[in-house]
């Protein structure tokens, strides 16, 4: 998509950009009826549509498809922004647009998705963007699984059910270099310094104990035996077992903390 200048026949390298009090006054006269005052606020935020669609370039959806779409989602939030509220149209119109973009490519998807879960996900996906309106912010799962009446899994299974799979990688940010990929800003929560160290710090405690006491926690921990069968096989009793098991497990603690 990069590089091309027309989509749906529109040149987009002449496309108008509106001021906020210009978007305002034409959001006025076009709910007071005025259709070439529409008209003008729709061409006026072609740009915004196109910034919107090249978020999910890297797909092999056709651009023209999706500025169509973007579209839509443009022209209901023209109709269902609200005046009154102290937000600038574009915070409302982005999320209204990237949500239609979002519903075309789910019911576009080869990944079939029960309908009773697409209708939850699309009910929550209007209320979410309803909640950004009156509170300025994104909305929490819980408050939208409490506005309508959900459970706080049901809300994250309908939508995990149709969210579209992203590439690692998918560039995010490009600056004339190297562009940032998905994968660059994904954290590995498991193989942390302190992870690193922790496992350091309990394979030293483990080299300090006995022969009997490592016997015991790898016949406990690793195989998964109870005391029982660990004091059959290693011919001691079961509160002898509970005993080292204890102390080993003590000294392990201990020497991590410290």
């Not at 498809?65 to 939030?77: N, R, Y």
């Not at 995010?172 to 992870?195: I, K, S």
Request: charged fraction near 30%; proline fraction near 3%.
């Amino acid at each position: 998509m990069q590089g091309k200048v027309e989509i749906s026949g529109v040149n987009t390298a002449r496309l108008q950009v509106l001021s906020n009090k210009e978007t305002l006054e034409l959001l006025r006269r076009s709910k007071a009826g005025d259709r070439a005052a529409r008209e003008k606020l729709i061409s006026g935020n072609l740009r915004l549509v196109l910034s919107v669609i090249q978020k999910f370039s890297g797909r092999g959806e056709n651009p023209d498809d999706l500025f169509q779409v973007g579209c839509v989602g443009l022209i209901k939030a023209i109709d269902g922004f609200d005046l009154s509220q102290p937000v600038r149209f574009s915070t409302y119109g982005v999320p209204m647009i990237a949500g239609e973009i979002r519903r075309y490519l789910r019911d576009n998807s080869a990944i079939r998705v029960s309908r009773s879960v697409r209708d939850t996900a699309y009910r929550v996906l209007q209320c979410k963007e309803q909640m950004q309106l009156e509170l300025g912010r994104d909305p929490s799962l819980e408050e939208v699984a409490q506005r309508l009446g959900l459970q706080r899994g049901d809300v994250v299974s309908a939508m995990d059910a149709i969210t579209a799979p992203v590439s690692l990688f998918e560039p995010v940010y490009a600056d004339g270099g190297d562009p940032l990929m998905v994968m660059d800003q994904v954290r590995d929560t498991r193989n942390t310094d302190e992870h690193w160290l922790e496992r350091i710090a309990l394979r030293d405690a483990m080299g300090q104990l006995g022969k009997r006491e490592k016997e015991i926690l790898t016949l406990r921990f690793r195989e998964g035996k109870t005391q029982m069968e660990v004091a059959r096989e290693i011919g001691i009793s079961q509160a002898q077992v509970s005993r080292l098991e204890k102390n080993a497990l003590g000294s392990i603690r201990k020497a991590i903390s410290s």
